[in-house]
């Protein structure tokens, strides 16, 4: 199994610019989640799914779309990038909650 | 979700056992205390958890007090691979929306 798998792994975008950072997970797990690190910081919740078809918010869900189309990928959309969005994007899955298990992150940096 | 205290950083001598306090006082009965750590800035990775019970694996330990308002990680031998960012949760089981704090950031020391 390869696990959680998030590309790309760095970006950078120009303000305003908009992008889809991509999640896939194979290990059939029903949850999956977004969250974003900002240095020094914990990591904050931005969007989560309980299975295909249903999405809800998180704690910081301004400015970011997901939609859950397959139990496989969860894809994250930056629709007008800020300098604000700038940080390392975690996603996340797991079957029951309890054990959740993260990607290796993607890094944006919004100029 | 219940908030929890945790001291931003510790230290520790390699190979003797590291014990990262956390404190949950409002923790209700339904909640689980979790255990995750972070090496570099890389994708936290889950360590332990527990209810009411100390619990053990092959990572860690988990002592949580008997009115569970705070518990203990311990890392029996540490190793400079343990150097990392633990972050102490309280959720109830299921819940998909971990509220991670800022953790304690552990140095093992050669």
């Given at each position: 199994n390869a696990g959680v798998t998030q590309t790309p792994k760095f970006q950078v975008l120009k303000t305003g610019q908009s992008m889809t950072l991509q999640c896939a997970q194979d290990?059939?797990?029903e949850y999956m989640s977004w969250y974003r690190q900002d240095p020094g910081m914990g990591l904050r919740l931005i969007h989560y799914s309980v299975g295909a078809g249903i999405t809800d918010q998180g704690e910081v869900p301004n400015g970011y779309n997901v939609s859950r189309s397959t139990t496989e990928d969860f894809p994250l959309r930056l629709l007008s990038a800020a300098p604000s969005q700038t940080s390392v994007y975690f996603c996340a899955s797991s079957y029951s909650g309890t054990y959740v298990f993260f990607g290796q992150g993607t890094r944006l940096t919004v100029v | 979700d219940a908030k929890t205290t945790q001291p931003p950083s510790m230290d520790c001598a390699e190979g003797r056992a590291a014990n990262l306090p956390c404190n949950?006082?409002?923790?209700?009965?339904n909640e689980y205390v979790y255990w995750y750590r972070q090496i570099h800035s890389q994708g936290p990775q889950y360590i332990i958890h527990g209810l009411k019970n100390n619990e053990t694996n092959e990572m860690a330990s988990l002592i949580i007090t008997e009115d569970r308002k705070s518990s203990t990680l311990i890392l029996p031998h540490a190793t400079l691979r343990d150097t990392a960012v633990y972050y102490c949760i309280v959720s109830?089981?299921?819940?998909?929306k971990l509220v991670f704090g800022q953790g304690t950031r552990l140095t093992i020391n050669p």
């Open positions: 290990m059939n797990h | 949950h006082s409002t923790i209700s009965g109830i089981q299921g819940a998909q």
